[in-house]
């Protein structure tokens, strides 16, 4: 009884060691597994960064007070497939080449409200805003322009953008209209600061001050 009992506990040590080397592929196909996954992740975070949505921070005041130094954004870069900009989008762009004359490089992104469409005559008058004639009536702007700027027409395939902080901006005011190619997306969500979380109002339907006034 002793004798048959010693093959038994030898191969009751045996176990662990079994268990062990079985083991070792299980783990390793787990973190194979586990990288792929991370692959998969990244490569969908690129394309949904190039062509979905991105993340942006706002680095100047040129848009206060409807966006902050240092205001988190969602832009994003869908919409425009299916339908041009429109007047009161909040856009960020890259640099025209006449920004890149002063200094800015290719990628160094822009944002700015969009104010003028194709065909659309623009003009700055006593600290209003004309489009087609009609006075725009601007809740969001930081404070009315302290500049005069003479009618303008927007050309075919470009736009006509300002800041809302209008004495405080690089803006086509100062450089001229903005090509539809530059533009990279909208912003439509600001995720941080955490109190000041939200949708991004674009205000598109900006009205004009009084209805059929004459720009002069």
Not at 63 to 82: C, Q
């Amino acid at each position: 009884m002793t004798a048959e009992a010693k093959p038994a506990e030898a191969k009751t040590e045996s176990q662990p060691q079994n268990l062990q080397n079985s083991a070792k592929p299980g783990f390793w196909q787990s973190q194979r597994e586990n990288l792929q996954i991370l692959a998969i992740a990244l490569f969908l975070a690129l394309l949904i960064r190039v062509f979905v949505a991105e993340p942006r921070y706002i680095p100047s005041d040129s848009m206060v007070p409807t966006l902050d130094v240092g205001d988190r954004l969602v832009v994003e870069k869908v919409a425009y497939r299916f339908h041009p900009p429109h007047r009161g989008d909040i856009i960020v762009f890259d640099p025209p080449v006449q920004l890149q004359f002063q200094g800015y490089t290719a990628d160094q992104a822009f944002i700015k409200r969009i104010i003028g469409e194709p065909g659309q005559v623009v003009a700055v008058q006593a600290g209003t805003v004309y489009v087609d004639g009609e006075p725009l009536a601007e809740d969001y702007i930081a404070e009315p322009p302290e500049y005069e700027m003479p009618p303008v027409l927007v050309p075919a395939g470009q736009f006509f953008v300002m800041g809302d902080n209008r004495n405080n901006s690089n803006d086509s005011h100062v450089w001229g209209f903005l090509p539809e190619e530059n533009i990279i997306g909208r912003a439509v969500f600001r995720f941080f600061p955490l109190e000041r979380v939200g949708k991004i109002s674009d205000k598109s339907n900006a009205r004009s001050a009084s209805s059929g006034a004459v720009q002069q």
